[in-house]
């Protein structure tokens, strides 16, 4: 049945008509910017309504960097490292086993190495210690003498493990950016955004973008006190290239200064000095001389969580660090492998979650979906769970047990138009959970295993709470009406300067009405080719695993909503149009 999706276009909530564009505004962007009035219509759509304005969008520089000190206690934070370099004590940088979470540790550590030798890093085992702080960790580090330690992408919630580092006479400043809870930690900072005493103006930061924020500040107090009178001053610009990775993989808004840090990142990777990122593009498959936002996203980041997820999150950190070409060439090929396993273990689960659902669960009448077992790693169960929020358009939460105690993943599609916030959400099952954190997109829980089937439907109680009668369906926003025309290599690349796409500024999608489709084939894993014929153009399309909907396709007309975007393929360049749905007038 065709559309699969509800189609919204700019200022509307119903399908029909696409409204009167707002014209003025338009042609001004048109015609201050040298754009087409699409592009410059995608733009408006995003909020962006002034010549100015689109130039810092087109053309982020680091000079739109907010000043770092505007976040709460980073002057404290800040001193305090100071004050540990000059007393030569020793740092731990204490991190986490996702993207964000290691490239934050990559960053902070490459940088406190080149000023003080005492510094190393500590990332907690998944299965065996799981997320934050542990006080098996602080006990090892009071034997190793350790005086601060500096947490990234982690800490905010980890009250009793920060108490007890502290009586251990461990100081501990905090850096963060999960959801900030009633009580802070009792330390010698706590750095987040979230705070509700913060006053750094924009909020959405990942991990690695906070930690970037204390490294500026550090730099500029040690330039400050003179530390770099007789010494080279690090480039900052150097280390956007893991920036830019793990705000891509937190799949945080890419809006403000994320734009800033990911564009320009994606440039700094796409020439990038480092030895084990150039060893991991090599094994990620990427011929392209530009890195881009999907490339990072699909390629790059799963090796690099692939780590965290199933092997060891130190051979992703040592890859980032190592300077050595042999080191980097042999763990690039160690998280390919750790990559290919996981590829493998979620297919497994997925399958057999696919299968429950199809025998067992009315999905019209689940507003959540919570699963379980003793089989599945833990590891893994985030992504299964991106994978069914993909597929259904509803938050789900997959839980892996072990001696009674089950750790889950939970993710969650953009509701925030419904008012469901995950996160939120979760807090009003707390009763049944251990511990919880995250944010409004993905969290983690701890849960008894004897409470499961309970918290499933309070889950679900709390979703319904939210979004009342509001059908659970996935929704195509469409930027602007063309037709196929209008389709030409200065409007895509004109499109491309848009990127890097993900949250809050995603793939524009077109729609083009009254298209004659012709040449169907289906290729690959069940991706449906087809030929889309208007009055006097014609482009072929691509539609990701839509091949079972060719014999419904074959000789329509339909309107369809796709991303016209180049193609490259043996030497040779071509528009595709990237096929997001199709109605059948």
Request: glycine share 8%; proline share 4%.
């Amino acid at each position: 049945m065709l559309p699969i999706t509800r189609w919204k276009f700019p200022n509307t909530n119903t399908v029909p008509t696409v409204p009167v564009p707002t014209s003025r505004d338009r042609d001004l962007l048109a015609g201050g910017l040298g754009i087409s009035s699409i592009v410059s219509q995608i733009m408006i759509n995003r909020g962006i309504t002034t010549p100015d304005d689109a130039k810092k969008f087109l053309f982020p520089s680091l000079e739109q960097l907010h000043n770092p000190f505007l976040m709460k206690d980073m002057e404290r934070g800040v001193d305090r490292i100071v004050e540990a370099i000059s007393r030569k004590e020793k740092i731990v940088v204490y991190g986490d086993y996702d993207a964000d979470g290691i490239t934050s540790t990559v960053i902070l550590v490459k940088f406190l190495r080149k000023i003080h030798g005492n510094t190393t890093y500590y990332i907690p085992g998944r299965i065996e210690e799981g997320y934050g702080l542990n006080k098996t960790a602080i006990d090892k580090f009071r034997k190793d003498e350790i005086k601060l330690v500096i947490t990234v992408d982690c800490g905010i919630s980890d009250h009793e493990e920060i108490a007890y580092a502290m009586s251990s006479g461990i100081d501990v400043i905090v850096t963060d950016h999960h959801e900030v809870p009633d009580i802070l930690p009792d330390c010698g900072a706590v750095i987040n955004p979230h705070r509700g005493d913060c006053s750094f103006p924009f909020k959405s930061l990942a991990g690695v973008g906070v930690a970037f924020n204390l490294l500026i500040a550090l730099r500029g107090r040690l330039r400050g006190l003179g530390f770099w009178k007789d010494r080279k001053c690090p480039n900052l610009r150097e280390y956007l290239d893991l920036v830019a990775l793990g705000t891509i993989g937190d799949i945080v808004p890419l809006v403000d200064e994320n734009r800033v840090l990911a564009k320009i990142g994606l440039d700094v990777a796409s020439n990038t000095g480092r030895v084990g990122l150039k060893a991991l593009i090599t094994i990620s498959g990427i011929r392209e001389k530009t890195i881009s936002s999907e490339s990072a996203a699909f390629r790059l980041i799963p090796r690099i969580n692939a780590a965290g997820r199933i092997g060891s999150p130190e051979d992703a950190v040592e890859l980032l660090l190592t300077e050595d070409e042999g080191q980097a060439a042999m763990l690039a090929q160690r998280l390919d492998s750790y990559n290919k396993d996981r590829q493998e273990m979620e297919k497994v689960i997925l399958d057999e979650i696919l299968e429950k659902i199809n025998a067992t669960v009315d999905i019209d009448k689940s507003d959540s979906l919570v699963f379980a077992s003793h089989e599945w790693h833990p590891g893994v169960i985030g992504i299964v769970a991106s994978k069914l929020v993909d597929r259904y358009y509803r938050p789900a939460v997959l839980i892996s047990i072990k001696d009674g105690i089950g750790k889950g993943s939970g993710r969650s599609p953009d509701l925030s138009g419904l008012g469901f916030n995950l996160y939120a959400g979760l807090e009003k099952c707390s009763s049944l959970l251990l511990s919880y954190g995250g944010h409004r997109h993905a969290a983690g829980i701890s849960i008894r295993e004897d409470d499961i089937e309970e918290f499933s439907s309070a889950l679900s109680a709390a979703v319904r709470e939210e979004i009342g009668d509001e059908r659970l369906i996935p929704q195509t926003t469409i930027d602007a009406l063309c037709v196929l025309d209008e389709i030409d290599y200065n409007l895509v690349s004109q499109i491309e300067m848009l990127a890097p796409f993900g949250s809050m500024n995603p793939e524009p999608v077109l729609c083009a009405r009254g298209i004659r489709i012709s040449s169907l084939t289906t290729v690959g894993n069940n991706h449906l080719k087809m030929r889309a014929n208007g009055d006097h153009a014609h482009y072929d399309t691509i539609w990701f695993n839509k091949g079972h909907l060719a014999g419904l396709l074959s000789g329509a007309v339909v309107d369809i909503a796709f991303t016209p975007q180049a193609n490259h393929w043996n030497g040779k360049s071509s528009i595709q149009l990237k096929i997001r749905d199709a109605s059948v007038p």
